[in-house]
């Protein structure tokens, strides 16, 4: 059973930047894809960004040329760099990992953190 823990989110100025990581338990890490989902308060989770196996990654149209997902196999770790911040971009943020090694589909995630808040306000 993986457990992921995500750090780092917290409060951020429009147009300020954040970076939240999610540490995960496993050393067979490296043969997950991962994900970073979002909820806003009275919305539905959506996905924002994934990155494979491999290191290939898609991203949700509303923060293209904003985010950025990466991994560190070595450390366990995914990270999500956000830059450019709009008070849109406040949510709880999921790390997420699925037993594939490509993936974009949440139901098909196996594994969630418990969430980090970020706030995007002035």
């Known amino acids: 059973q993986m457990t992921l823990v995500e750090s780092g989110g917290g409060l951020a100025r429009p147009g300020g930047s954040l970076r939240i990581s999610c540490a995960a338990s496993?050393?067979?890490?490296?043969?997950?894809?991962m994900g970073w989902f979002r909820q806003a308060p009275g919305k539905e989770r959506e996905l924002v960004a994934a990155?494979?196996?491999?290191?290939?990654?898609n991203y949700t149209d509303s923060v293209k040329g904003r985010f950025t997902i990466s991994r560190d196999n070595a450390r366990n770790t995914v990270y999500l760099q956000m830059n450019d911040l709009k008070p849109e971009d406040t949510a709880v943020y999921y790390c997420a990992a699925a037993n594939l090694r490509h993936c974009t589909t949440q139901k098909l995630f196996d594994y969630w953190g418990q969430g980090a808040a970020v706030t995007v306000s002035s």
């Open positions: 496993e050393t067979i890490f490296n043969i997950n894809a």
């Open positions: 990155i494979s196996a491999r290191g290939s990654t």
